[in-house]
């Protein structure tokens, strides 16, 4: 397909432009649904439970909450173990 812009025209490549959409959704997605690991900033995704995280980082495994984003400890426990 050909597009005009001012005036010049240029080809749209469809399926490109269309996996463009797919990346920046997924993007978008992952920016909603996921908090970055404090230590090494990995995306990590909460689908339930308690607050008590492990990064699936091998290298890492840093065990943190998820409400406060420190490192685990007693308070976050005591705290916020199943806050929403």
Excluded at 52 to 70: A, S
Aim: proline share 6%; with cysteine.
């Amino acid at each position: 397909r050909w597009e005009l812009s001012g005036s010049y025209a240029y080809r749209v490549d469809e399926k490109a432009a269309e996996q463009a959409r797919w990346e920046e959704a997924s993007k978008e997605t992952i920016k909603k649904t996921t908090k970055p690991c404090p230590r090494c900033h990995v995306p990590v995704e909460k689908n339930g439970g308690c607050m008590h995280m492990k990064c699936p980082q091998p290298q890492c495994q840093l065990q943190w909450c998820w409400n406060c984003g420190c490192e685990w400890n007693r308070a976050c426990m005591g705290d916020h173990w199943f806050d929403v």
